[in-house]
C-alpha cells in the first residue's frame, strides 16, 4: 500500500486487509525500490510454480518441500514430520524472531499449552542434521527469553 496515512492504526488495518507492504508518503525513490526487490526476491524464494519442484536454499541447506527432507554439509536427510513442520516454518520466516507459541500454534495447529522441552527439543534434532557445528549455530538461532530466528544472512 502507498497511501499518506501514517497512524498506527490505518497501517495495522492495511496490513491486516492483505496488504505485502505500507509505505506512507512522503517517501524516497530508493526505499521504495528496496521494498520492491525485496517483494520479488521473497516470491521467487517461496512462491514456487505448480509443476516445478518446491525446493529452498541457502547456504549450505536445501529444504524439498516434495521430498520433505533435506541436504546439508551432513548429508541428505527425510525429517520426521514435526521437525520438517518447524523448520520450514521457521525458514518461511527467514530473519523474524518466532516466539515458542508461534511455533507451536501455527506447527501443532492447537492453543499452546507451555511445552518448551518438545521445541527444544526439535531445535537440537534439528541442530545436529543441518548444522556444521550445532554448538554455534548457523541456520537456527536462539533468540534467548524469546525464542527462535533463522538467520536472515544466510
Known amino acids: 500500500m502507498l ?29 521504495l525500490t528496496a521494498r520492491i526487490v525485496s ?7 517461496f512462491g514456487g510454480k505448480e509443476g516445478q519442484a518446491q525446493i529452498l536454499e541457502f547456504e549450505g541447506l536445501t529444504i524439498n518441500l516434495e521430498e520433505r527432507g533435506i541436504t546439508s554439509g551432513n548429508g541428505t536427510f527425510e525429517l520426521p514430520p514435526k521437525e ?19 511455533i507451536y500454534e501455527k506447527v501443532w495447529g492447537e492453543e499452546y499449552v507451555y511445552d518448551d522441552s518438545n521445541i527444544m527439543a526439535i531445535i537440537s534434532r534439528l541442530r545436529k542434521k543441518i548444522e ?23
Open 3 to 31: 497511501t499518506a496515512k501514517n497512524d498506527n492504526t490505518s497501517k495495522v488495518r492495511g496490513l491486516r486487509a492483505g496488504a505485502d507492504d505500507y509505505l506512507t508518503k512522503p517517501f524516497y525513490m530508493d526505499e
Open 39 to 45: 517483494l520479488i526476491r521473497r516470491y521467487i524464494r
Open 84 to 102: 520438517f513442520d518447524v523448520l520450514l516454518f521457521l525458514a518461511k520466516n527467514q530473519g523474524k524472531i518466532l516466539t515458542k507459541r508461534q
Open 132 to 154: 556444521e557445528n550445532s554448538g554455534s549455530p548457523k541456520y537456527i538461532q536462539t533468540v534467548k527469553g524469546i525464542g527462535y530466528r533463522f538467520n536472515k544472512e544466510v
